[in-house]
């Protein structure tokens, strides 16, 4: 079936590490995202990609890291300078970046740092 | 800028009452598009619907609906016959360029109405 994969669903990690995120689809999209999700709160986005080997900064990159090696995976380092870490990434993706293109998102991981 | 407005932040029904969900938007743009996404407590954001500026019909899918008012700025979303099932965060979304002129759009969520349906 295609869709939108997000690995681990839970993470723990002490602060003043880095730690990456794993999102991969295999919908042929070109477009891919990350957001982020804090209790009460909507979406902001942290990153998006237009197509392999780009991506764009979003609202919210500061302390946020990502690469587009493949058009299959886009995944996301949340390093040591991102001072509130906690909280529920997702990752989605979109056919592309026109108007019209709707997004599709993964599970989502909880991230939980110590 | 733009803005989604979600005022509800908490709404809890008895099962099969029915219930709306109010989402307001601002934008300058005069072509945009407007969506609709449930997030079950699993967390995994689910696309609804997507409706476009120039389409201002109401749509109907099953015990869903959705009214769009351009003349108010709000696409609110009704649920008929409420089921426990339909528990969730609901968000509203807005697309639209980046900047003025471009060819890269973005989405901006509301900060979602939580639906508790109760048994």
């Known amino acids: 079936d295609g869709g939108i994969t997000q690995s681990p669903k839970y993470l723990f990690r002490k602060e003043g590490q880095n730690v990456t995120l794993s999102c991969e689809q295999n919908?042929?999209?070109?477009?891919m995202y990350w957001y982020r999700q804090d209790p009460g709160q909507g979406l902001r986005l942290i990153y998006y990609s237009q197509i392999v080997n780009d991506f764009q900064k979003g609202d919210i990159a500061e302390g946020y890291s990502v690469s587009r090696e493949k058009k299959e995976s886009f995944p996301l380092t949340v390093t040591s300078a991102q001072k509130n870490p906690t909280a529920f990434y997702l990752c989605a993706s979109s056919i592309g970046v026109s108007l019209t293109d709707t997004q599709y998102f993964g599970p989502g991981t909880r991230l939980t740092v110590l | 800028a733009q803005k989604v407005t979600q005022a509800q932040t908490e709404i809890s029904v008895v099962e099969k009452e029915d219930v709306t969900l109010d989402c307001v938007y601002e934008?300058?743009?005069?072509?945009?598009?407007l969506f609709w996404y449930k997030q079950p407590p699993s967390g995994e954001l689910v696309f609804l619907i997507r409706r476009n500026s120039f389409d201002e019909q109401n749509e109907i899918s099953g015990r869903y609906s959705w009214n769009f008012q351009k003349s108010t700025s709000s696409f609110n979303f009704t649920i008929t016959a409420s089921q426990v099932v339909d528990s969730a965060v609901y968000f509203c979304a807005l697309s639209e360029a980046w900047n003025s002129g471009g060819s890269n759009y973005k989405l901006t969520f509301g900060k979602g109405t939580l639906l508790t349906v109760n048994p």
């Open positions: 934008t300058r743009d005069t072509t945009y598009y």
């Open positions: 919908l042929n999209h070109d477009a």
